[in-house]
């Protein structure tokens, strides 16, 4: 006897379509829904700058005046000695980021959906001033990067959102 049973894989189809799965990109998801559609929050400082450039690269530019969303953005970092020599010298340090996020449909002002995202990154302080800088610019971008994949990941998951 067979540990597996093929018609296991033909019913997969079933039960997915029974828990209310839908794929995000197929015609009508939440996707397609947000591609192009989604004014994002104007930045107030660099680090949203950032994440406002990665969520216009993942949701499409849209503009403000033409938007069915609005994507209001908040974020703030804050840094943490990660590493520490016995002589009290910082190898190491830690970016944690927080961002929180509303989107509001702007033809009837309610809120769709909103949440707060959160996660790290680390970059190396051993070496000269300018690597150091380099690292943390590099680390900032990278977080934002993060911050802004989790954003979208959540609103394409958002009740909804699809037709």
């Known amino acids: 006897m067979s540990l ?3 018609r296991i894989l033909l019913m997969i189809p079933l039960v997915l379509a029974a828990c209310g799965f839908e794929p995000v990109y197929a015609p009508g998801g939440s996707g397609a829904a947000l591609n192009g559609k989604v ?3 104007a930045p107030n400082s660099v680090d949203t700058y950032l994440l406002v ?3 216009e690269q993942r949701l499409g530019r849209s503009a403000t005046s033409g938007s069915e969303y609005n994507l ?3 974020v703030s970092i804050a840094f943490q000695r990660s590493a520490i020599t016995s002589t009290n ?3 190491r340090y830690t970016i944690a980021g927080r961002s929180s996020y509303t989107l509001k449909s702007n033809e ?3 809120v769709i ?3 707060t995202v959160e996660n790290f990154v680390s970059y190396s302080a051993a070496g000269s001033t300018v ?3 380099a690292d943390e610019r590099d680390a900032r971008k990278r977080l934002m990067a993060i911050l802004s994949d989790q954003i979208v990941n959540e609103l394409y998951a958002a009740p909804g959102l699809g037709s």
């Open 113 to 115: 959906a909103s949440g």
């Open 4 to 6: 597996f049973n093929r």
């Open 39 to 41: 004014a994002v929050s």
């Open 108 to 110: 009837t002002g309610q």
């Open 89 to 91: 010298e910082t190898n």
């Open 131 to 133: 690597s150091t800088l």
């Open 53 to 55: 450039q990665n969520l």
């Open 72 to 74: 209001n953005v908040n």
